[in-house]
Nanobody, 122 residues
Framework: QVQLVESGGGLVQPGGSLRLSCTAS????????VAWFRQASGKGREGVSC?????YYADSVKGRFTSVRDNATNTVSLQMNNLEPEDTAVYYC??????????????????WGQGTQVTVSS
């Protein structure tokens, strides 16, 4: 059974950092595609990063966010630096059970975690 569990959200001041983790079970993250999406209140769900054979980032987070995979723990993390109030959202990880399938189209993802809240505020 495929399962994705996010952790690491919270409240941080502008300019601060947070690290989110997505622990996968039921499949091997290293052989498939795992992405991070976010959804701010009243807005649609947007892609943030995607990791397969390469890593892709949305323009809004390039240079600030980094996604890495830990094969030993089957976890994909999202290191978020220099956070801005506009980064406030519920962050979700999602998976496509196919390698090299990165996309920021949410409809292509069948498997989702429950989400974790990130709030950037002073």
């Amino acid at each position: 059974q495929v399962q994705l569990v996010e952790s690491g959200g919270g409240l941080v001041q502008p300019g601060g950092s947070l690290r989110l983790s997505c622990t996968a079970s039921g499949f091997t993250a290293a052989s498939n595609t795992v992405a991070w999406f976010r959804q701010a209140s009243g807005k649609g769900r947007e892609g943030v990063s995607c990791l397969s054979t390469r890593t892709y980032y949305a323009d809004s987070v390039k240079g600030r966010f980094t996604s890495v995979r830990d094969n030993a723990t089957n976890t994909v993390s999202l290191q978020m630096n220099n956070l801005e109030p506009e980064d406030t959202a519920v962050y979700y990880c999602a998976a496509i059970l196919r390698g090299d399938a990165c996309s920021f189209n949410k409809w292509e993802y069948r498997h989702w975690g429950q989400g974790t809240q990130v709030t950037v505020s002073s």
